[in-house]
């Protein structure tokens, strides 16, 4: 890969291009707000601008938080660090983020016990190594539910529990201090008063409540169906470390690429509004790698996975790759199917 920077000249973080797409992100979001709070007076107008409102801030957490706190995004800390906080004015907090999927997911994606991502308790099997009950039979229906609650959660609930019990899984961690743990307590205030605050200023509590719902439901629902189905898919593999370890017996670039699907990678528009994260086999090999370098080095890794024997699986589409999560949800909820497990 570095073949590929020394021929183009080019950094391995953001360029102009990914600064002017903050830009045009962070309008339509501010723009968004704008209108819910000073226009709106109709439900006809409130919902899809409440829509537009989650859907901007998606996308910044696809583009700006999210290289941000991979260090991808700039090569100088202080934009990185100023990115990643991007995720504190959405009301989750980069800090114990960090740890969820810097540390938590990239390190162990798809292990049980590791992965926070694939935790969701009884409620969800997504790992044929997770428990089985009766009604996850049904999981491929009533999921979406939960899936609109990840906002909610980290929002209202999620942060807060790991201030007071730190730790993401099995992974520990020490509370933020000093200028973490006033960036904590900043953004959670500056979240909840754009939130309430001042939309009760001009609206009624049961209107601001119901539009509250509505955004966050629509980001929570979004921002986790883009993250599985990169991982909890027919394709990707769930490997079970020995017990008592969380040691796996294999190359860690073949399991980061063993464990995760592209999707839709010719879909421009799908790409620039995702943050490249529909490459997330590119993005688990090279996370300090800003995301807009994904479709050119692509075909790169592909070849090199194709020269050592590895596969580099992607769906064409987002809707084969939809398609094939509602099939492994499925497949998960009718029998304790040990389909996709490879041997630690």
Request: net charge positive.
């Amino acid at each position: 890969m570095a073949g590929y920077f020394a021929a183009t000249g080019r950094s391995r973080q953001g360029a102009w291009n990914l600064h002017a797409k903050a830009i045009v992100l962070l309008l339509w979001m501010a723009a968004a707000y704008v209108g819910l709070v000073w226009w709106a007076t109709a439900w006809w107008q409130v919902v899809p601008l409440a829509i537009l409102l989650a859907l901007a801030m998606a996308g910044v957490g696809f583009n700006i938080q999210h290289d941000g706190n991979h260090g991808a995004y700039s090569r100088h800390g202080a934009v990185n660090k100023l990115a990643a906080l991007s995720l504190n004015l959405l009301g989750g907090d980069a800090y114990f983020w960090h740890y969820k999927h810097n540390i938590a997911h990239h390190s162990y994606p798809n292990i049980v016990g590791a992965d926070d991502d694939i935790r969701l308790g009884a409620a969800a099997r997504l790992s044929p190594h997770q428990p089985h009950h009766w009604f996850h039979r049904f999981q491929h229906v009533y999921i979406w539910g939960l899936y609109a609650l990840l906002a909610l959660n980290w929002q209202l609930r999620g942060d807060f529990r790991s201030m007071i019990k730190p730790g993401v899984a099995e992974t520990r961690l020490s509370r933020p201090r000093g200028w973490d743990l006033l960036w904590f307590w900043a953004g959670k205030a500056s979240f909840l008063t754009l939130a309430f605050v001042i939309p009760l200023l001009r609206h009624r509590f049961v209107d601001v409540l119901g539009t509250y719902l509505l955004s966050m439901s629509v980001l929570g629902l979004t921002l986790a169906t883009v993250f599985q189905l990169a991982h909890c898919i027919e394709e990707a593999q769930f490997r079970h470390p020995a017990a008592g370890s969380r040691r796996i017996d294999r190359d860690f670039a073949a399991h980061q690429v063993e464990t995760s699907v592209d999707f839709a990678r010719d879909n421009h528009l799908l790409t620039w509004y995702l943050g490249g994260l529909n490459y997330q086999v590119e993005h688990h090999l090279f996370p300090k790698t800003c995301h807009i370098h994904y479709p050119n080095i692509s075909r790169i890794v592909e070849e090199t996975c194709r020269a050592h024997g590895i596969a580099h699986r992607s769906h064409a589409t987002m809707r084969g790759a939809l398609g094939s999560h509602i099939r492994w949800l499925k497949r998960m909820g009718r029998r304790a199917d040990a389909g996709g497990v490879q041997p630690a």
